[in-house]
């Protein structure tokens, strides 16, 4: 029986027990154990999901220590043989159902004046490699960016798909893939970012004018945030309120926070994107919605990594 | 008999214990991740227990040596508990360490284990968010170096060498153990000091570890050179020129000595060694740029407040280039300073008091970059020449960048490029007295900017195409603002083809404010009932400047001129009427708000004076 470090004061605190006194965290939404993965959904998933449908990108990220439930609240438990359907099914299955439900009832709508096509994607990001999820011999992918595409992976299998189920497959294709991957090439699921990722065109006639639409929902399970000391997993930049970094082979670093202190354009600042912020750059400004699902685990064990997590997704709502 | 027991027994117990926790240990198993540490643990400890029992009975002399075998040894405790998550004991022995050493801090024997002590309290301290503690202990390490080396300066032992049977070490080896410990104090000094706030002693240190890393010949010269122009780029925007240009100049110096890599295989990142050699001089490149745009700016502000205040006093000052301290005050107080040393605005206490000539501190003396720095100057500018001067310097860092940034392939880098080039005009353009030449300018932009604009697909590039639809709008703007002066200058009224391109430039200004609108529609083509927070005061100047450059329109016909008015109109209402439907940001717009609503009443009445002549 292990004892708890947290509290939940609904709708939207949740309150860490440290000393010497306890810190209160406020966010849109918070839930607690008792919350219904379906209840989850209606707070992050639904909005997303319409603006998706209405033409805006979007992304869902799920951050957060291993173990403390990101794979369980995107995707639902996994050991009924990968099957979506049940009642504990996570953000991604009822994300899918969600988005093609409104996609059939906008079709109804609006009938042969708009044609949607659905197509899905998944990849893993691991040091700093691109592997297609749904190429079981993947080998490493380039992260493009031309003027035609924008940011793209080069080669990357784009599924199309016409209903959830499809797409259940596609994730579950995927997903097994992953661990695969994991036990026998190394690629420890821990230490790699998944992104899922559906695009949405609409093809619609208006007044004898062809209007093509193209939105991108990013469904992202992003590695554990424990894993952010490892050098090898970049992607969220998490910087430690209190270390020192003891290896000089961090002055950049040092030197780079310096500069990001200082304001706007007026530097150039000479490092490389991670691949995950280059892929999603398109999906995280402007007209875009993004929402992080910050998972902790209430044992007081992991009290550090929950602070941690919850410092993170504080930071995180202040960043425009 | 403390070394008969190290000889016949300790010195031995000590290689194994070194061994168990440098080598052995890789090969623990994940489930038991500490157990050579704990078995070295364990001999360490014994190890230390014996040495104390013959501390007593030992001799003044060989106490002294007891006694700092004992404090390297209560080191290598403190490094063990700390590595096994066991901090507080580990500063526990730290601390004795510390405490041992007192009274020999000049020792030859232990010099370097205090100094490795020392770093490792001030790594702790920091970690504790103690950032005041740590930088008291870490200076101390800095200040115990500095009067050794001018005290003593006989290479000091290497750890480990108390504790072994054989003298290891080489005067050179020593030496450049020594120099790594210190190196390491002062890039930990310059991971203190932001905790405190102070992000130009925490530069300084960074500069002083380049320059450490370059003398002791340790160092990878694209990344040093990529973190010399990174620093180069905080002193840009603390208005520093003469250290930015020092620290760009060094890094291209550096760069330049890296020969061509043969080697065509692709690292992690998918790139060859070549091309990441590319990469980085485009880097440099940039902020070479950045800092030619950041001159030209700053110079070009610190006129218009002259003009402002018409001090004749301060532009003088101004023309006999005061440098630019890197202070913290506002540029203004810069120039009272124009006589010092920059580099004494850094403080008494900083890395500046150790050799006699303060300057070199901030300096990398074994680079040759006269030619590098001579090509651009580091003092702010007063006159179109010595604009120009700069401009050019920047305009050829521009395509530098761009051999490597091109377009397809590299379309954000290549669009920042585009638009400090159109920056860099835009500032030198200030410089430029005769209108004429500065319309020209203007049009050099505008162009760069369209030709820009017509490649990119605005569904993946939406931000950046909204910035630059305004910013054309805003150069034709410029450019009609521009033309009619000439023509109020002339005295006399317009000729047709003036007419003409002044109603052209409004157009064109329009129509790209327009673009700019019509981006933030929704789906359905409808404006956004409430627009989002970073788009919403854009929206609202551009509709405000659209109401504006329709009564810029030259016109005889009332008709036309009607016509004007009422758009003219329709863009002043609009501000008006989205400010009355969101009371709360009226403040935002607060200026355009009070004309949009003035000429909202005022244009109707206009305009119905005009229809009356009419009818």
Redesign the interface.
């Known amino acids: 029986e292990q004892s708890m470090c947290l509290a939940v004061q609904a709708p939207n605190v949740i309150v860490m027990d440290c000393k010497p006194d306890p810190r209160r965290y406020t966010f849109d939404h918070v839930a607690d154990i008792n919350t219904t993965q379906e209840a989850v959904f209606g707070a992050v998933g639904k909005k997303i999901i319409e603006s998706c449908v209405g033409g805006y990108n979007g992304t869902i990220f799920a951050y957060g220590q291993t173990g403390s439930g990101k794979t369980f609240t995107m995707l639902g438990p996994l050991d009924d043989g990968d099957d979506f359907r049940h009642e504990l099914r996570g953000v991604i299955p009822r994300s899918f159902e969600y988005l093609f439900n409104l996609i059939s009832r906008e079709q109804e709508k609006r009938g042969d004046a708009v044609e949607f096509v659905t197509r899905c994607s998944f990849l893993e990001i691991y040091n700093e490699q691109i592997f297609d999820l749904l190429d079981t011999a993947s080998t490493g992918l380039h992260l493009r960016e031309n003027i035609k595409k924008g940011v793209f992976v080069d080669g990357l299998i784009e599924q199309n798909v016409t209903s959830a189920i499809e797409a259940h497959q596609v994730l579950s294709a995927g997903w097994v893939n992953r661990r695969v991957a994991s036990t026998s090439m190394n690629r420890e699921s821990s230490r790699s970012h998944a992104v899922f990722t559906l695009t949405i065109e609409s093809k619609e006639k208006k007044g004898g004018v062809m209007n093509i639409r193209c939105s991108q929902l990013n469904l992202v399970d992003l590695a554990g945030s424990e894993r952010q000391k490892d050098t090898h997993t970049a992607g969220v930049r998490l910087k430690e309120a209190g270390s020192i970094n003891k290896s000089l082979s961090a002055l950049g670093n040092v030197i780079m926070a310096l500069v990001d202190i200082a304001h706007g354009k007026t530097r150039h600042v000479p490092y490389r994107d991670s691949k995950l912020s280059f892929l999603l750059r398109d999906s995280l400004g402007g007209n875009a919605k993004t929402y992080i699902i910050a998972n902790v685990h209430p044992g007081s064990k992991c009290f550090g990594e929950t602070l941690s997590t919850l410092n993170f997704a504080r930071r995180a709502k202040m960043i425009k | 008999m403390a070394a008969m027991y190290l000889q016949n027994q300790g010195f031995e117990e000590y290689a194994s214990a070194r061994r168990l926790s440098e080598e052995e240990s890789r090969q623990d198993p994940e489930t038991e991740p500490y157990k050579s540490k704990y078995k070295a643990r364990e001999l360490l400890l014994q190890l230390a227990e014996a040495l104390q029992g013959f501390q007593d009975e030992s001799q003044a002399e060989e106490n002294i040596e007891l006694t700092l075998q004992l404090a390297e040894l209560w080191f290598h405790l403190g490094v063990n508990f700390s590595e096994t998550e066991e901090v507080p004991t580990g500063e526990q022995y730290f601390s004795r360490c510390a405490e041992l050493m007192q009274g020999h801090k000049m020792d030859q024997r232990c010099v370097n284990t205090c100094l490795n002590c020392l770093n490792q309290l001030?790594?702790l301290w920091?970690?504790?968010?103690e950032p005041e503690k740590a930088l008291k202990i870490l200076q101390e390490a800095e200040d115990i170096y500095k009067m050794y080396m001018h005290n003593v300066g006989q290479p000091p032992l290497l750890l480990h060498e108390l504790l072994s049977p054989e003298q290891t070490g080489s005067p050179k080896s020593r030496q450049a153990e020594f120099e790594k410990t210190h190196?390491?104090t002062l890039?930990?000094l310059?991971?203190?000091y932001?905790k405190l706030g102070d992000?130009e002693k925490?530069?300084a240190y960074?500069h002083l570890?380049?320059s450490r890393?370059l003398q002791s010949g340790h160092f990878q010269p694209i990344?040093w050179a990529?973190?010399c122009?990174?620093?180069s780029?905080?002193y840009?925007?603390?208005d520093n020129f003469t250290q930015g240009r020092h620290c760009l100049a060094s890094a291209s110096s550096v760069l330049s000595q890296v020969p061509e890599p043969s080697d065509e295989t692709e690292d992690?990142?998918?790139e060859s060694a070549r091309e990441k050699l590319e990469r980085?001089k485009a880097?440099?490149s940039?902020?070479w740029?950045?800092y030619c745009?950041?001159l030209l700016?700053e110079s070009r502000q610190a006129l218009m407040d002259d003009i402002g205040e018409l001090d004749r006093a301060k532009q003088t000052d101004l023309a006999k280039g005061g440098a630019v301290a890197g202070s913290k005050g506002s540029h203004n107080d810069d120039k009272q300073e124009k006589s010092e040393d920059p580099e004494k605005a850094e403080g008494a206490d900083g890395p500046g008091c150790h050799h006699g000539d303060e300057k070199s501190q901030l300096r990398f003396e074994s680079l040759e970059l006269t030619a590098l720095e001579d090509q651009v100057t580091d003092k702010k500018v007063t006159d179109f020449d010595q604009a120009r001067a700069v401009f050019l310097v920047g305009q050829k860092y521009v395509n530098a960048a761009k051999e490597f940034y091109v377009?397809?392939?590299?379309?954000?880098d290549f669009v920042?490029i585009t638009q400090d080039w159109s920056q860099l005009f835009r500032a030198l353009s200030f410089f430029e007295q005769d209108f004429e030449r500065r319309c020209k300018m203007h049009k050099r932009r505008a162009d760069m900017l369209q030709s820009l604009l017509s490649?990119?697909?605005q569904?993946?590039?939406?931000?950046v195409c909204?910035q630059i639809m305004y910013e054309i709008a805003e150069i034709f703007s410029e450019m009609l603002d521009l033309k009619v002066a000439i023509a109020e200058a002339a005295d006399e009224r317009p000729k047709v083809h003036a007419v003409k391109k002044i109603n052209s430039l409004a157009q064109q200004s329009i129509s790209h404010y327009q673009m700019f609108l019509d981006s933030l529609r929704?789906?359905d083509k409808e404006m956004p009932k409430t627009f989002?927070?970073?788009t919403l005061r854009p929206a609202l100047v551009a509709n405000f400047c659209v109401g504006r450059l329709y009564s810029k329109f030259l016109s005889s016909d009332p008709q036309v001129k009607l016509q004007n008015m009422s758009k003219s109109l329709d863009h002043y209402q609009f501000v008006v009427d989205y400010c009355t439907s969101h009371p709360d940001i009226a403040e935002l717009v607060k200026s355009e708000l009070e004309i949009c609503t003035e000429m909202s009443q005022l244009l109707p009445i206009q305009m119905e004076k005009i229809r009356l002549t009419l009818s």
Not at chain 2, 126 to 129: A, D, G, N, P
Not at chain 2, 407 to 412: A, I, K
Not at chain 2, 459 to 463: D, E
């Open positions: 001030g790594i920091v970690s504790r968010s190196t390491l890039y930990y310059a991971q203190t932001p992000n925490s530069a960074c570890t380049l890393q990344d990529t973190n122009a990174t620093l780029q905080y840009v925007t603390r992690g990142e998918n980085r880097d440099i940039r902020c740029l950045k745009l950041v700016q377009l397809d392939g590299h379309v954000t920042e490649e990119l697909n569904q993946h590039y939406l931000l909204r929704k789906a989002s927070e970073d």
